[in-house]
């Protein structure tokens, strides 16, 4: 059975940093992307960013905005993937979920954690 | 950006009733319509996949449907575990969602 379980969230000041971590079992995590997702309180589900798969070089894209502040990396051996959030802000007080994502079915998003909450302020 | 208008915002229903729930995207996305159930603490679920394919596992009460700009999910009786949130999401080009849909008991 597919898991993917986040952790490293919690109360944090303006400018500081946080690091999250996704931490997969079930599924042969090498193959697959994975996507950071967030829902700020009170709105939407956000992507974030995703990383894929070795096969297509571990290429990361980032939503404008966090690009620059946030990093996504993973580490295969360990079947976990990183959330690096630098520069935090209070708008960046969310539910952060880490997913999987299939790309050879266009991207499409299967499984989900069921999130950490980041709330930032001072 | 490609946006996701999903109605009604919320819908009351009762154990055994037909529910449609609409999502209209800014522009065509083909068949690239994802739906999601999402229960407060739970991780979402994925129901339906490329606009009308189930997921395995999904009971078949579930439905969607739609192509191009318009899509629809429907489950024909609804039963005791199915008052949820449910999103709408395309992933023709990254991924957005809809405003979701929170179904509850009339």
């Known amino acids: 059975e597919v898991h993917l379980v986040e952790s490293g969230g919690g109360l944090i000041q303006p400018g500081r940093s946080l690091k999250l971590s996704c931490t997969a079992s079930?599924?042969?995590?090498?193959?697959?992307?994975i996507t950071w997702f967030r829902q700020a309180p009170g709105k939407g589900l956000e992507w974030v960013g995703f990383?894929?798969?070795?096969?297509?070089?571990?290429?990361?894209e980032y939503a404008a905005s966090v690009k620059g502040r946030f990093t996504i990396s993973r580490d295969d051996s360990k079947r976990i993937a990183y959330l690096q959030m630098n520069s935090l802000k209070t708008d960046d007080t969310a539910i952060y979920f880490c997913s999987r994502g299939n790309e050879w079915l266009h991207f499409l998003i299967e499984y989900w954690g069921q999130g950490t909450l980041v709330t930032v302020s001072s | 950006d490609i946006q996701m208008t999903q109605s009604p915002s919320t819908l009351s229903a009762s154990v055994g009733d037909r529910v449609t729930i609409t999502c209209r995207a800014s522009?065509?996305?083909?068949?690239?319509l994802a739906w999601y159930q999402r229960k407060p603490g739970k991780a979402p679920k994925l129901l339906i996949y490329?606009?009308?394919i189930l997921e395995n596992g999904v009971p078949s009460r579930f439905s969607g449907s739609g192509s191009g700009t318009e899509f629809t999910l429907t489950i024909s009786s609804l039963q005791p575990d199915d008052f949820a949130t449910y999103y709408c999401q395309q992933y023709n080009s990254y991924w957005t969602f809809g405003q979701g849909t929170k179904v509850e008991i009339k």
């Open positions: 079930g599924f042969t995590f090498v193959d697959y992307v």
């Open positions: 490329k606009a009308s």
């Open positions: 522009q065509s996305i083909s068949l690239w």
């Open positions: 990383i894929r798969s070795k096969a297509y070089g571990e290429t990361r």
